[in-house]
Protein backbone atom coordinates (compact mmCIF):
# COMPACT_ATOMS: atom_id res chain seq x y z
CA UNK A 1 0.00 0.00 0.00
CA UNK A 2 1.18 3.50 -0.93
CA UNK A 3 0.63 6.19 1.42
CA UNK A 4 1.66 9.79 0.19
CA UNK A 5 1.84 12.68 2.60
CA UNK A 6 1.49 15.95 1.40
CA UNK A 7 2.49 19.45 2.86
CA UNK A 8 -0.42 21.52 2.78
CA UNK A 9 -1.58 24.54 5.67
CA UNK A 10 1.60 23.94 8.07
CA UNK A 11 0.59 19.70 8.54
CA UNK A 12 0.46 17.00 6.86
CA UNK A 13 -2.18 15.21 4.99
CA UNK A 14 -2.77 11.61 3.90
CA UNK A 15 -3.30 10.59 0.56
CA UNK A 16 -4.13 7.04 -0.49
CA UNK A 17 -2.05 5.81 -3.69
CA UNK A 18 0.19 7.52 -5.59
CA UNK A 19 -0.30 9.57 -9.09
CA UNK A 20 2.15 11.57 -10.99
CA UNK A 21 0.79 14.82 -9.76
CA UNK A 22 1.33 13.88 -5.93
CA UNK A 23 5.17 13.53 -6.86
CA UNK A 24 4.56 16.88 -4.60
CA UNK A 25 4.30 14.83 -1.30
CA UNK A 26 7.44 15.37 1.20
CA UNK A 27 6.64 11.54 2.52
CA UNK A 28 5.73 8.44 1.03
CA UNK A 29 5.08 5.17 2.94
CA UNK A 30 5.57 1.77 1.42
CA UNK A 31 3.61 -0.75 3.52
CA UNK A 32 3.85 -4.04 1.93
CA UNK A 33 4.61 -2.89 -1.26
CA UNK A 34 3.92 -5.31 -3.96
CA UNK A 35 5.51 -5.43 -7.56
CA UNK A 36 3.80 -3.25 -9.09
CA UNK A 37 4.23 -0.49 -6.30
CA UNK A 38 7.60 -0.59 -6.03
CA UNK A 39 7.76 -0.53 -9.77
CA UNK A 40 5.49 3.07 -9.86
CA UNK A 41 7.82 4.49 -7.02
CA UNK A 42 10.90 3.82 -9.08
CA UNK A 43 9.31 5.08 -12.28
CA UNK A 44 8.20 8.17 -10.70
CA UNK A 45 11.76 8.98 -8.41
CA UNK A 46 13.94 7.75 -10.06
CA UNK A 47 15.55 5.02 -6.85
CA UNK A 48 15.79 1.49 -6.76
CA UNK A 49 13.38 0.34 -3.91
CA UNK A 50 15.23 -2.41 -1.67
CA UNK A 51 13.55 -5.53 -1.25
CA UNK A 52 12.16 -7.38 1.92
CA UNK A 53 15.16 -9.65 1.02
CA UNK A 54 17.80 -7.20 0.51
CA UNK A 55 16.24 -5.19 4.00
CA UNK A 56 16.75 -7.92 6.04
CA UNK A 57 20.31 -8.36 5.46
CA UNK A 58 22.58 -8.73 8.32
CA UNK A 59 25.73 -6.92 7.45
CA UNK A 60 25.79 -3.29 9.10
CA UNK A 61 27.14 -2.27 5.49
CA UNK A 62 23.98 -3.07 3.56
CA UNK A 63 21.85 -0.86 6.36
CA UNK A 64 23.54 2.36 5.32
CA UNK A 65 24.13 3.68 1.23
CA UNK A 66 24.16 6.24 -0.68
CA UNK A 67 22.96 5.39 -4.64
CA UNK A 68 21.77 7.85 -7.20
CA UNK A 69 21.79 10.91 -5.09
CA UNK A 70 19.46 8.96 -2.61
CA UNK A 71 20.45 8.28 0.60
CA UNK A 72 19.16 4.59 2.31
CA UNK A 73 19.16 3.33 5.97
CA UNK A 74 17.40 0.45 7.58
CA UNK A 75 16.56 0.07 10.87
CA UNK A 76 15.01 -3.02 12.85
CA UNK A 77 12.11 -1.39 14.59
CA UNK A 78 9.84 -3.44 16.84
CA UNK A 79 5.86 -3.98 16.21
CA UNK A 80 3.99 -5.09 19.06
CA UNK A 81 6.10 -3.83 21.61
CA UNK A 82 3.39 -4.04 24.77
CA UNK A 83 2.83 -7.72 24.25
CA UNK A 84 4.98 -10.78 24.73
CA UNK A 85 5.72 -11.63 21.28
CA UNK A 86 7.14 -8.49 20.27
CA UNK A 87 7.95 -8.57 16.02
CA UNK A 88 11.38 -6.80 15.07
CA UNK A 89 11.85 -6.35 11.55
CA UNK A 90 13.47 -3.75 9.18
CA UNK A 91 12.14 -0.35 7.99
CA UNK A 92 13.84 1.02 5.51
CA UNK A 93 14.42 4.94 4.98
CA UNK A 94 15.28 6.68 1.78
CA UNK A 95 15.82 10.42 1.42
CA UNK A 96 15.96 11.96 -1.62
CA UNK A 97 16.74 15.85 -2.01
CA UNK A 98 12.79 16.57 -2.11
CA UNK A 99 11.24 13.13 -0.83
CA UNK A 100 11.36 10.84 2.36
CA UNK A 101 10.17 7.73 1.40
CA UNK A 102 9.45 4.41 4.21
CA UNK A 103 9.69 0.66 3.21
CA UNK A 104 8.35 -1.89 5.71
CA UNK A 105 6.34 -4.70 6.31
CA UNK A 106 4.57 -4.37 9.62
CA UNK A 107 4.04 -1.22 11.12
CA UNK A 108 5.42 -0.30 14.31
CA UNK A 109 4.57 1.60 17.15
CA UNK A 110 5.99 4.99 15.90
CA UNK A 111 4.08 4.88 12.65
CA UNK A 112 0.75 4.09 14.18
CA UNK A 113 0.92 6.70 16.65
CA UNK A 114 2.29 8.98 13.84
CA UNK A 115 -0.80 9.07 11.86
CA UNK A 116 -3.00 10.79 14.51
CA UNK A 117 -1.06 13.54 14.91
CA UNK A 118 0.43 14.59 11.82
CA UNK A 119 -3.34 15.45 11.19
CA UNK A 120 -2.79 18.20 14.47
CA UNK A 121 0.50 19.44 13.86
CA UNK A 122 -1.21 22.81 12.34
CA UNK A 123 -2.52 23.28 15.82
CA UNK A 124 0.22 22.66 17.84
CA UNK A 125 2.54 25.67 15.81
CA UNK A 126 -0.72 27.85 16.08
Same mark, same amino acid.
Given at each position: ?26 ? #? =? ?6 ? %? /????? *?? +?? #? =? ?6 ? %? /????? *?? +? ?62
Amino acid at each position: MITAYVHEGGRLVRHEGLTKPDVTAVW #I =DLLSPVGD %E /EAQIE *SL +LG #I =DVPTKEEM %E /EIEVS *SR +LYTEGGASFMTAILPANADGDDVDMQPVTFVLTPTHLITVRYHEPQAFRTFRPSSSRSAARET
